[in-house]
Every structure is written in structure tokens, then in C-alpha cells.
């Protein structure tokens, strides 16, 4: 009997990681953006966009930590009711930090050509996560000159 519950659990906790699989970021916003350069070697114009999208990036999760910080030091917080109706909004804050992260996340993923985001789906399934759609950015072929 322990045994076969035991599996079913198992069964359905895997499940239920697969269904709630993690969106798959690049990190724009962290401190070393080199390994996103080197690993998807970008060209100048996406180092220029991405560095853009990172500035963006702080700007917009600035003013909202600086609301977070806020809601904790002037939200009542003597009753219960207080504490709860504070975590919502806190939750709802921290949608909003991802909700930007992920826009900006995509943006710079459109500034992939198609064998980056091709790079890109590989290294999300290979960690399990889900990738960020975005349709990559066709690029004109170099055109070689007639000799």
C-alpha cells in the first residue's frame, strides 16, 4: 500500500514541475552580461541594444523597489487583515518586476538572428526552462561583390 502511494505522489510531483516550468531568462539585468555575449556572439548593434534594454531594465525595477520599500516601512501591519491585503499588494509588485524583466527579455531576444534563438531554445530545454517567444530578426546575407 506505502508503496503505491508513494509512486502516485511521485508521479504527480513530477508533473506538476514539468506543468510549472520557469520562464528561461538571459539576465540582462545582472552584473555580467560578457557570458550572454560570448555564448551568443553578439554583434555590436545587439551589445548596443542590449546595454540600452539593461539601463531600461534598472530605471523600471528602481521605481518599483522603491515602492516595494514603501509598501513594507508605511503599510499597517498591527492585524492580520493588514498583513494579508500588504502581501497582495507585494505579490502584485513582484508580478510587476518580472512583467518588466520579461518584456525586456524579449525585446533583446528579437534582436536575434535565427541560429542565436535557435542557441537560445537548446540551452532552455537543455536547463529545463521555458523559452521566451520571440521571433528572431532576419538579417539581409552578406551579398559578395562580382569580381
Sequence with gaps: MFNKSFYVLLICFSISLVGAAQ???????????????????????QLTTMESLKGELEVQTKIIQDQIDLLFKEHPQSKEEDLIVMGDKYKQLQGQ???????????????????????????????????????????????????
Excluded: H, W
Design 23 to 45: 520562464d528561461c531568462f538571459l539576465g540582462i539585468g545582472g552584473k555580467d552580461t560578457k557570458m550572454i555575449e560570448e555564448t551568443f556572439q553578439l554583434s555590436d548593434s
Design 97 to 147: 518586476l518580472i512583467s518588466v524583466s520579461l518584456d525586456v527579455e524579449q525585446k533583446f531576444l528579437e534582436t536575434f538572428n535565427a541560429k542565436q534563438y535557435e542557441r537560445y531554445l537548446e540551452l532552455c530545454n537543455a536547463a529545463f526552462r521555458r523559452p521566451i517567444k520571440a521571433i528572431p530578426m532576419e538579417y539581409d546575407a552578406e551579398v559578395e561583390s562580382p569580381e
